[in-house]
Each structure stands twice: as structure tokens, then as C-alpha cells.
């Protein structure tokens, strides 16, 4: 079993960054691929950005591209999603997961563990 745990979430002003980490348990890490997905109220789980075990493959959803970063530190078992230009449209709660394939992953349903979700708020 995979513990995963966000923190790093909180209220923001419109233009302003947030960098959210998760850290994992167990020493296997470097094999699970990692997303980072969000949810707002009435909507599904989407997938922001995701990256791969090694960490040389990442992937950003349309919404967000040019403006988070996902990167990963193998070392310290925790991935990063650096959140800049942040946009009221963004807030939502942020979900970490984990794949066991190590490879970027698109669906939610390819995920096999998660974290309890992290709220950002992203005020005008």
C-alpha cells in the first residue's frame, strides 16, 4: 500500500503561484508514474499534468500549460506542481496518484492510489 499526502494548497490572488508537494511512502518511488488531477464543485476529476518514473517524461493538460510545472524529486519521494499566472478558473481541490506502470498516465481510472486532495483557491 502507497500513502501519497499533498500540502501546499491555500487562497491566492488572481497572478499569484502556489507549489504543491506529495509525498509518497515506501521506497519504490522512482517506479510509479505520478499525476496530479483536480475536481471542482459539480465537475469531474480532470488531469492537470502527469509525469514518469524517471522523471523525463511530462505531459500538461491544455488549461494549464505554459503555467504549471510538474516535476518530481526521487531522492525525497515527492512530486511538485508548481503553479504559476493562477487563475480563479483553477481553483479546485488537487488530487496526487500514483500509477504502477511508471508511465504517464491520462485517466484517473489508470491510477491505483491517491491522496486525500489538497483546496486551492484562487481569488479575482
Known amino acids: 500500500q502507497v500513502q501519497l499526502v499533498e500540502s501546499g494548497g491555500g487562497l491566492v490572488q488572481a497572478g499569484g503561484s502556489l507549489r504543491l508537494s506529495c509525498v509518497a511512502s515506501?521506497?519504490?518511488?522512482?517506479?510509479?508514474?505520478m499525476g496530479w488531477f483536480r475536481q471542482r464543485p459539480g465537475k469531474e476529476r480532470d488531469l492537470v499534468s502527469t509525469?514518469?518514473?524517471?522523471?523525463?517524461?511530462?505531459y500538461h493538460a491544455a488549461a494549464v500549460k505554459g503555467r504549471f510545472t510538474i516535476s518530481r524529486d526521487n531522492a525525497k519521494n515527492t512530486v511538485y506542481l508548481q503553479m504559476d499566472s493562477l487563475k480563479p478558473e483553477d481553483t479546485a481541490v488537487y488530487y496526487c496518484?500514483?500509477?504502477?506502470?511508471?508511465?504517464?498516465?491520462?485517466?484517473?481510472?489508470?491510477?491505483?492510489?491517491w491522496g486525500h486532495g489538497t483546496q486551492v483557491t484562487v481569488s479575482s
Open positions: 496518484a500514483a500509477n504502477l506502470s511508471g508511465h504517464r498516465r491520462w485517466t484517473a481510472s489508470a491510477y491505483d492510489f
Open positions: 515506501g521506497s519504490t518511488f522512482s517506479t510509479f508514474g
Open positions: 509525469i514518469s518514473g524517471s522523471g523525463d517524461s511530462t
